[in-house]
Nanobody
Framework: QVQLVESGGGLVQAGDSLRLSCAAS????????MGWFRQAPGKEREFVAAASRNVGFTYYSDSVKGRFIISRDNAKNAVSLQMNSLKPEDTAVYYC???????????????WGKGTQVTVSS
């Protein structure tokens, strides 16, 4: 099993940038597809971005394409989410997740971090 811990959340203004990090222990992240999800108050947890086990495969939701970048560093056993041009609608708790099987749906993920809050003011 792998344990995931997110960090880097905070309060920023619209247009700012923020970088989230997901640190893993207990297993190597090279064994997993890695994803970022977010959940706003009263909303369903939604897909944000993912990176496959294989080098070079990344995926993004339409709402963050061109603004967010997911990166993984297998040597450091970590994954990050660089968030640029943040908007108030990006406000949510952001979760790091690991999957053995797929990347698009939250149901496909086997392990989850506890989340980090990102708040974007207008």
């Amino acid at each position: 099993q792998v344990q995931l811990v997110e960090s880097g959340g905070g309060l920023v203004q619209a247009g700012d940038s923020l970088r989230l990090s997901c640190a893993a222990s207990g297993d190597t992240l090279s064994n997993y597809h890695m994803g970022w999800f977010r959940q706003a108050p009263g909303k369903e947890r939604e897909f944000v971005a993912a990176a496959s086990r294989n080098v070079g495969f990344t995926y993004y939701s339409d709402s963050v394409k061109g603004r967010f970048i997911i990166s993984r560093d297998n040597a450091k056993n970590a994954v990050s989410l660089q968030m640029n041009s943040l908007k108030p609608e990006d406000t949510a708790v952001y979760y790091c997740a690991a999957s053995y099987s797929a990347v698009r749906r939250k149901e496909d993920y086997d392990y989850w971090g506890k989340g980090t809050q990102v708040t974007v003011s207008s």
